[in-house]
């Protein structure tokens, strides 16, 4: 596609600042992006000229509806389409759309996950414009982002809390850059760049695995002949489909002015990972949620599936979502970039400090951020972080951060003699160290990289908690220095005390080495294994007093999405359990019956020929298989019956705990004795799609 096309492409199904600059009066224009910038409220009158000049646009572009896109607590969004047509009240039509459609919808609210934040039968729910996130045009729709509220005006969704969240950071961030003398800044903001990680693989295996189908991941399978052993995929050449598949896919993400930016092949045969520029984090946070829907989308008109899992081949790599996450101001300096100055580096080391501490004293939080079922199968593995939250600096700002702490002299490598001390800070470096991809929040020059998230996860959970804890933090260090009657030498003391205090946090060694997990819990950190284990944090007092004292969620409102996560996690795991003891009957007791059989026919057929014929391979191969069948049937009742009693259990914690130790250890007995059998049982009868055929499907 040439240069002229892509700029004309880019953006054009989306009400982005230029068109709104070409169809919006001057005045309206003007309001709105005070709205936009302040949060300022948006009077009917000019919604109204909004909404007609939206409306006229899309139109143009051929859309016929509207609907009101927003993001319940279900992990994936929702929507409710709307024609523009009304009656004219002479039995024809008229197009319309009103500033009041714009700006608030109800759609009905019973069936959306609530935690306990409203009866099921007070079906009521509001979305409410997010004017921040540009409406756009898909599949002849526009789409108006929008937060998702109850009738009482509690969050039913996590955009609400996202931006509660960003504004918390900013006003935090705001009273420290204040201390400086900076007072030209009106807004700081958080900005995302996630990283996506998906399997593709050809449909027609996909629909003969009622496992991905159900659960997103194969609960059996047992490990090819060749996996990722020779490391020749990640970075690879891409196959002619898939490169195909990628070109539609940009095309259709420019269309909504996605930064679409990288893409490539990933470790595992069938991975792929896709990353765009940068952005504003509640946008970066809709456009995730685009792109993980279209990566759906376009995969199907290719005759592919799109795996989001985070998990979906045991023994495989997983596929994460890192998070390039960074604050800057609105005159756009970015406050996690070391200065050119002094002073400059000062106040950089005092924002790298806080985002230490604040790690450091919610690191239950960050794990419970990205705590799922399925990223439980990831966390710890060889292709993620450790579930053991710690800080990569890299070597050379952990040596200036250790002169700072001790108030000694740094030489910098390969440098001059640098002077630490109060008032006198040393050039910094940018970047200058290799990347850790171990670290589960690595520093990579002016940004951190949290590594933890699993590739199905909405991004807005661990954003809404990063932005936070470190507006807390912020809160702290302005609480305190707001006081100082000498400011420098006071910054100084609170930077050295916060390194010594939080400098267990920070580690630039190997997360995967064994050794590490003892030297953590010598450390005091926490290793928070699974979702059970990560979950009660959410609801602890200081967890409570958080997130109340910054507005970004009630108390009830915490709770509420406490209950939905344990449901969820029990859920899926009753799900993948269910779908297990049902393909064990319809597809591997058959397959392992009819191969019994036909050997059995074999070896009678052997002996009446006569005593030459000798029929050993056959005999070792039955009784074999024979004594793994009656393993797998013992095996299968055992999970049936941990399924069943299981449900008895009331309290939802001690119902997830249940789950994890009970159900998932029965399924992991049961799945080893399916690999075994698929080892050595016929491909004839084994119908399931194998690991081998999945993984190279997409082979052209």
Aim: glycine share 6%.
């Amino acid at each position: 596609m040439a240069d002229e096309n892509i700029r004309e492409l880019f953006g054009s199904m989306v009400f982005n600042d230029k068109v709104m600059k070409e169809r919006l009066p001057e005045d309206v224009y003007k309001a709105l992006r005070k709205t936009m910038a302040t949060g300022a409220h948006l009077e009917l009158d000019v919604a109204n000229v909004v909404a007609s000049a939206m409306k006229d646009w899309a139109m143009e572009k051929g859309a016929t509806h509207f609907t009101h896109w927003f993001q319940p607590m279900t992990g994936v969004t929702a929507e409710k389409h709307d024609s523009f047509i009304m009656p004219d009240g002479e039995g024809r039509a008229i197009m319309e759309f009103s500033g009041k459609a714009l700006v608030k919808g109800e759609p009905d609210a019973s069936s959306f996950p609530s935690g306990g934040l409203r009866s099921t039968f007070e079906a009521r729910g509001y979305t409410a414009w997010d004017p921040t996130s540009y409406a756009f045009i898909k599949d002849n729709t526009l789409y108006i982002p929008t937060a998702f509220c109850s009738y009482s005006g509690e969050a039913l969704d996590k955009k609400t809390p996202l931006l509660r969240s960003m504004e918390a950071l900013s006003k935090q961030a705001l009273r420290v850059l204040r201390l400086f003398g900076n007072d030209e800044v009106k807004r700081v903001v958080s900005s995302v760049g996630p990283e996506q990680e998906y399997f593709l693989i050809d449909r027609s295996m996909y629909l003969k695995r009622p496992d991905l189908m159900y659960c997103g991941r194969t609960l059996f399978g047992a490990r090819p002949p060749k996996g990722q052993e020779m490391e020749d995929h990640y970075f690879g050449a891409i196959k002619k489909r898939v490169s195909r598949f990628m070109r539609d896919l940009d095309e259709e993400l420019w269309k909504l002015g996605i930064y679409a930016k990288t893409e490539h092949n990933e470790v595992a045969p069938a991975q792929h990972e896709l990353a765009p520029v940068y952005s504003e984090t509640n946008i970066a946070t809709d456009h995730n949620q685009l792109i993980m829907e279209l990566l759906k989308s376009v995969a199907a008109k290719h005759g592919l599936t799109c795996l989001l899992h985070e998990k979906p081949f045991a023994g495989i790599n997983g596929s994460g979502k890192h998070i390039n996450w960074s604050i800057s101001t609105d005159t756009g300096v970015n406050l996690l970039e070391p200065g050119d100055t002094p002073f400059e580096n000062a106040q950089f080391l005092l924002f790298l400090v806080a985002v230490i501490k604040a790690v450091d004293d919610y690191q239950d939080l960050l794990r419970v951020s990205v705590a799922s079922a399925g990223n439980d199968h990831r966390l710890g593995a060889n292709e993620a972080p450790p579930a053991i939250v710690s800080i990569f600096l890299g070597e050379e700002l952990t040596d200036i951060l250790d002169a700072l702490e001790n108030d000694t002299l740094y030489v910098g490598k390969g440098k001059t003699l640098m002077e630490i001390g109060a008032t006198v800070l040393p050039h910094i470096p940018k970047d200058t160290t290799d990347r850790n991809r171990t670290s589960p929040f690595a520093f990579t020059g002016n940004k951190f990289e949290f590594r933890m998230l699993g590739s199905a996860f909405n991004i807005a959970g661990p954003n809404i908690v990063l932005n936070t804890i470190v507006a807390e933090v912020l809160r702290q260090f302005a609480d305190e220095l707001e006081q100082s009657s000498d400011f420098r030498s006071d910054l100084g003391r609170l930077i050295r005390r916060t390194i010594k205090e939080h400098k267990r946090i920070i580690f630039n060694g190997n997360g995967y080495d064994p050794a590490w997990v003892k030297e953590a819990e010598r450390r005091g950190l926490s290793n928070l294994k699974t979702t059970p284990d990560a979950l009660p944090a959410f609801i602890h007092p200081k967890s409570i007093e958080l997130f109340s004292r910054h507005n970004v969620f009630s108390e009830h409102e915490i709770h509420s999405r406490y209950e939905i996560l344990l449901e969820n996690y029990s859920k899926t795991i009753n799900i993948e359990a269910l779908t297990m003891i049902d393909m064990v009957y319809k597809y591997v007791i058959p397959a392992v019956v009819a191969y019994e059989n036909e050997l059995a026919q074999l070896i009678l057929s052997k002996k009446s020929v006569g005593a030459g014929i000798q029929s050993g391979l056959e005999e070792d191969l039955l009784g074999k298989i024979s004594k793994l069948a009656d393993l797998l049937g013992k095996r299968l009742e055992y999970l049936s019956r941990q399924t069943i009693a299981v449900r008895e259990i009331k309290d939802k914690l001690e119902l997830a705990r249940a789950y994890r130790e009970k159900v998932c250890t029965a399924m992991n007995e049961l799945r080893l004795v399916v690999d075994e059998l698929e080892m050595i049982v016929s491909s004839k009868h084994w119908t399931l799609p194998n690991y081998a055929e999945m993984l190279n499907s997409v082979n052209e």
